[in-house]
């Protein structure tokens, strides 16, 4: 029974493990079924995955590639190919036209157009033939010189209005100063170095080779930010010209008793001769005069003087006029004119230590006889009103009441006499120091006065004969009237003692008026401040010099005095740019209004020195007559043209090339290939512009397609 348990329990126990056993057996056959529905959906996961991961690859390489082109486009990229299979792109070169406006440029016939007008057109056609990429600059080359763009422009319709709206100045031209600023807009360029080019439209005249002042030895300014400069010549041939070339009141400057000389210069500016011509002379509007002039050969000069009454105490306007000639190519150059102050009366105050009346015992008697008076009781018709006092009394004298102040005791005068005098020179006034005489003159004294340090006095040797007077420069406005005389003038005067003199550093420039024979100065002038002086070195009277007794003598010293007063012509006549200036009393300062030769009217700047009020009138682009009127009162001024520009003789063409440098070539207008403005650089900036457009485009269209459902 034990067995048969122990066999039944075995039995059962093994029965037990065949679940077991049935399980391990099953999970060991088992196997993974596919679901249909689940196999799809995973089948098109995987599909859409990949396609998704494609198209976001596509849309950022061309976002990509789309900002890289709007770097591009901005950079201007160019390269210089080395074969034709490379010329692709566009031509890429800035330009700046120099255009000469000067007055030159305007001469022009019936028949035949004016150099401007070539040179406008050289330009239209060089802008119709740069078909390539670049931008373009122009400066005119009137004084001043003008940039009309900072840098070259695309904008080729705002360049082309800029040369239709040039029509010519009245001024001189600037082709140093137009030359400078293109060079400066070159340097600004986004183009290559070797893609920067200067175009000069010029007639090219002799004077234009010329150095303008404080330029050097150069006439023209370095470019040295353009690989080529073409210099085109807007007019095949000198063009003749006859012009009034100077228009002046020569003799005694100070216009006494409104008498005056007035010289006028006609000059031929061709190279052959021109036909006769007749000059006439107009005062206000007047004619007052009218004398020929014959034949003038190639370059010739001819002057021509009429002798006029003018009334004191007036302003005049002269003009002299050439009459019109048909081969004449600039006929603004045939008129001049010329504003003129005659003074009423110049007032002189004499100072010395001791008067006399009607006696010849005091300094100042054969001066003051030279002025036409003794004492206060001048001459009749005399143009100076003489007043003389002691030097104690100097120091009551009003100074602005007087134009010109001469001493002869120097010793005599205090400091501060000494500093009126100072002051009264440096506003405007007239100073004649007599400087011999009294041993006893104070050098240190004065060095705070004249322009010089007096040395010692010289005594000519008695054995042998006493130095003469000589003129030292007989151009000297004082000297006038003894134009065309022999060096040993002045009535063969004689000096035997003189001031020697050292000058002082950095004082006003001296000019030497008479010297001696043995090349000592005997007379000089001086600017100091707004005021003139004049030195005398020997006396003045007969103790070291018999010149008092010669017939010069009243001449000379008339024209010293009115010289000394001062000129009241300065300012009142200037050329075209040039600014009219002058001085007022402050309480007209605010109301100072022009009349413009066009009959426009124009105010005047008013401004404040030290010396009182003072106007300018800086916009002179027009010659021609700039009346100011004050009440009943008249005041006109004069502007003319510069006749540097009446010179229309050409230069040759190998002397201009050589002026501007070896990249510098000379051609005419009228010569197609000067103006093609080839160049090998190619640009490619209008072709990544295109790319970029078709880039965007397709940006647009890949993000709705591959982005628009999702």
């Given at each position: 029974?034990?067995?048969?348990?122990?066999?039944?329990?075995?039995?059962?126990?093994?029965?037990?493990?065949?679940?077991?056993?049935?399980?391990?057996?099953?999970?060991?056959?088992?196997?993974?079924?596919?679901?249909?529905?689940?196999?799809?959906?995973?089948?098109?996961?995987?599909?859409?995955?990949?396609?998704?991961?494609?198209?976001?690859?596509?849309?950022?390489?061309?976002?990509?590639?789309?900002?890289?082109?709007?770097?591009l486009a901005v950079a201007r990229p160019y390269l210089k190919p080395k074969s034709a299979l490379l010329s692709v792109g566009e031509r890429r070169?800035?330009?700046?036209?120099?255009?000469?406006?000067?007055?030159?440029?305007?001469?022009?016939?019936?028949?035949?157009?004016?150099?401007?007008?070539?040179?406008?057109?050289?330009?239209?056609?060089?802008?119709?033939?740069?078909?390539?990429?670049?931008?373009?600059?122009?400066?005119?080359?009137?004084?001043?010189?003008?940039?009309?763009?900072?840098?070259?422009?695309?904008?080729?319709?705002?360049?082309?209005?800029?040369?239709?709206?040039?029509?010519?100045?009245?001024?001189?031209?600037?082709?140093?100063?137009?030359?400078?600023?293109?060079?400066?807009?070159?340097?600004?360029?986004?183009?290559?170095?070797?893609?920067?080019?200067?175009?000069?439209?010029?007639d090219f005249c002799e004077r234009d080779l010329q150095a303008p002042p404080g330029a050097g030895e150069s006439p023209l300014a370095p470019v040295?930010?353009?690989?080529?400069?073409?210099?085109?010549?807007?007019?095949?041939?000198?063009?003749?010209?006859?012009?009034?070339?100077?228009?002046?009141?020569?003799?005694?400057?100070?216009?006494?008793?409104?008498?005056?000389?007035?010289?006028?210069?006609?000059?031929?500016?061709?190279?052959?001769?021109?036909?006769?011509?007749?000059?006439?002379?107009?005062?206000?509007?007047?004619?007052?005069?009218?004398?020929?002039?014959?034949?003038?050969?190639?370059?010739?000069?001819?002057?021509?003087?009429?002798?006029?009454?003018?009334?004191?105490?007036?302003?005049?306007?002269?003009?002299?006029?050439?009459?019109?000639?048909?081969?004449?190519?600039?006929?603004?150059?045939?008129?001049?004119?010329?504003?003129?102050?005659?003074?009423?009366?110049?007032?002189?105050?004499?100072?010395?230590?001791?008067?006399?009346?009607?006696?010849?015992?005091?300094?100042?008697?054969?001066?003051?006889?030279?002025?036409?008076?003794?004492?206060?009781?001048?001459?009749?018709?005399?143009?100076?009103?003489?007043?003389?006092?002691?030097?104690?009394?100097?120091?009551?004298?009003?100074?602005?009441?007087?134009?010109?102040?001469?001493?002869?005791?120097?010793?005599?005068?205090?400091?501060?006499?000494?500093?009126?005098?100072?002051?009264?020179?440096?506003?405007?006034?007239?100073?004649?120091?007599?400087?011999?005489?009294?041993?006893?003159?104070?050098?240190?004294?004065?060095?705070?006065?004249?322009?010089?340090?007096?040395?010692?006095?010289?005594?000519?040797?008695?054995?042998?004969?006493?130095?003469?007077?000589?003129?030292?420069?007989?151009?000297?406005?004082?000297?006038?009237?003894?134009?065309?005389?022999?060096?040993?003038?002045?009535?063969?005067?004689?000096?035997?003692?003189?001031?020697?003199?050292?000058?002082?550093?950095?004082?006003?420039?001296?000019?030497?008026?008479?010297?001696?024979?043995?090349?000592?100065?005997?007379?000089?002038?001086?600017?100091?401040?707004?005021?003139?002086?004049?030195?005398?070195?020997?006396?003045?009277?007969?103790?070291?010099?018999?010149?008092?007794?010669?017939?010069?003598?009243?001449?000379?010293?008339?024209?010293?005095?009115?010289?000394v007063a001062g000129d009241r012509n300065s300012g009142r006549n200037v050329l075209v740019g040039e600014a009219l200036s002058g001085r007022v009393?402050?309480?007209?300062?605010?109301?100072?209004?022009?009349?413009?030769?066009?009959?426009?009217?124009?105010?005047?700047?008013?401004?404040?020195?030290?010396?009182?009020?003072?106007?300018?009138?800086?916009?002179?682009?027009?010659?021609?007559?700039?009346?100011?009127?004050?009440?009943?009162?008249?005041?006109?001024?004069?502007?003319?043209?510069?006749?540097?520009?009446?010179?229309?003789?050409?230069?040759?063409?190998?002397?201009?090339?050589?002026?501007?440098?070896?990249?510098?070539?000379?051609?005419?207008?009228?010569?197609?290939?000067?103006?093609?403005?080839?160049?090998?650089?190619?640009?490619?900036?209008?072709?990544?512009?295109?790319?970029?457009?078709?880039?965007?485009?397709?940006?647009?269209?890949?993000?709705?397609?591959?982005?628009?459902?999702?």
């Amino acid at each position: 029974m034990s067995f048969v348990h122990g066999g039944m329990a075995m039995a059962a126990a093994g029965l037990a493990m065949v679940p077991l056993l049935i399980h391990l057996l099953n999970r060991r056959r088992y196997r993974d079924e596919p679901w249909a529905a689940m196999q799809f959906i995973l089948s098109a996961v995987q599909r859409t995955r990949r396609r998704l991961r494609t198209e976001q690859w596509i849309l950022l390489a061309v976002r990509t590639a789309v900002m890289a082109l709007v770097g591009l486009a901005v950079a201007r990229p160019y390269l210089k190919p080395k074969s034709a299979l490379l010329s692709v792109g566009e031509r890429r070169v800035d330009r700046v036209m120099v255009l000469d406006d000067s007055l030159s440029m305007r001469a022009c016939t019936s028949t035949a157009p004016s150099a401007l007008e070539n040179a406008r057109s050289a330009i239209s056609r060089l802008l119709e033939r740069s078909a390539g990429s670049g931008g373009f600059a122009l400066v005119t080359a009137s004084r001043p010189a003008r940039a009309w763009f900072d840098q070259p422009v695309q904008d080729r319709l705002a360049f082309r209005q800029a040369v239709e709206s040039i029509s010519g100045t009245w001024a001189a031209s600037d082709l140093h100063g137009a030359l400078e600023q293109a060079d400066a807009i070159l340097s600004r360029s986004t183009a290559p170095p070797e893609a920067r080019e200067v175009y000069v439209f010029s007639d090219f005249c002799e004077r234009d080779l010329q150095a303008p002042p404080g330029a050097g030895e150069s006439p023209l300014a370095p470019v040295v930010n353009a690989s080529r400069i073409v210099l085109i010549r807007s007019t095949s041939d000198s063009r003749p010209n006859r012009a009034v070339t100077d228009l002046r009141v020569v003799g005694q400057p100070a216009l006494l008793n409104g008498a005056a000389e007035i010289r006028a210069e006609v000059t031929n500016f061709s190279t052959h001769e021109m036909a006769a011509a007749t000059l006439s002379l107009h005062v206000a509007g007047r004619e007052v005069g009218r004398k020929g002039i014959g034949s003038l050969a190639g370059g010739g000069k001819a002057t021509v003087e009429f002798h006029i009454a003018l009334t004191p105490g007036a302003v005049h306007v002269i003009e002299a006029m050439l009459n019109r000639s048909d081969d004449d190519w600039l006929p603004d150059d045939d008129r001049r004119c010329l504003a003129i102050d005659v003074p009423a009366r110049c007032r002189v105050l004499l100072v010395e230590t001791r008067t006399a009346h009607g006696r010849s015992d005091h300094s100042l008697f054969y001066y003051q006889l030279a002025l036409g008076g003794i004492d206060s009781a001048p001459t009749s018709g005399s143009p100076f009103d003489v007043t003389q006092v002691e030097a104690v009394q100097f120091r009551d004298v009003v100074l602005k009441d007087y134009d010109v102040v001469a001493v002869v005791d120097w010793a005599a005068l205090q400091p501060g006499d000494l500093e009126r005098l100072r002051r009264f020179v440096t506003l405007g006034g007239g100073l004649i120091a007599f400087c011999g005489g009294e041993e006893g003159v104070p050098a240190a004294a004065l060095n705070g006065i004249l322009p010089v340090r007096l040395l010692d006095v010289y005594q000519a040797p008695t054995a042998a004969p006493p130095p003469t007077l000589m003129l030292a420069d007989p151009r000297h406005p004082v000297l006038g009237d003894f134009a065309g005389q022999q060096r040993n003038i002045l009535g063969r005067a004689h000096v035997t003692a003189w001031r020697r003199i050292q000058p002082e550093a950095n004082e006003p420039r001296l000019d030497r008026v008479i010297d001696t024979s043995s090349g000592d100065p005997v007379l000089l002038t001086a600017e100091v401040g707004a005021g003139r002086i004049a030195l005398w070195l020997t006396s003045a009277d007969m103790s070291w010099t018999n010149f008092p007794a010669k017939p010069d003598y009243l001449p000379l010293m008339m024209n010293l005095t009115g010289f000394v007063a001062g000129d009241r012509n300065s300012g009142r006549n200037v050329l075209v740019g040039e600014a009219l200036s002058g001085r007022v009393s402050l309480a007209e300062s605010g109301r100072i209004e022009f009349t413009l030769p066009d009959k426009t009217r124009q105010r005047a700047e008013p401004d404040r020195d030290e010396w009182g009020g003072r106007w300018n009138l800086r916009d002179t682009a027009e010659p021609g007559v700039y009346e100011w009127t004050r009440g009943a009162m008249r005041d006109a001024y004069c502007v003319n043209v510069d006749t540097a520009e009446s010179d229309l003789r050409r230069a040759d063409s190998r002397r201009v090339a050589q002026a501007f440098g070896d990249r510098a070539i000379c051609v005419d207008s009228s010569e197609p290939a000067a103006l093609a403005g080839e160049t090998g650089v190619r640009e490619w900036g209008w072709m990544l512009a295109v790319i970029l457009l078709l880039a965007a485009t397709i940006e647009s269209l890949l993000g709705r397609l591959f982005g628009g459902a999702r």
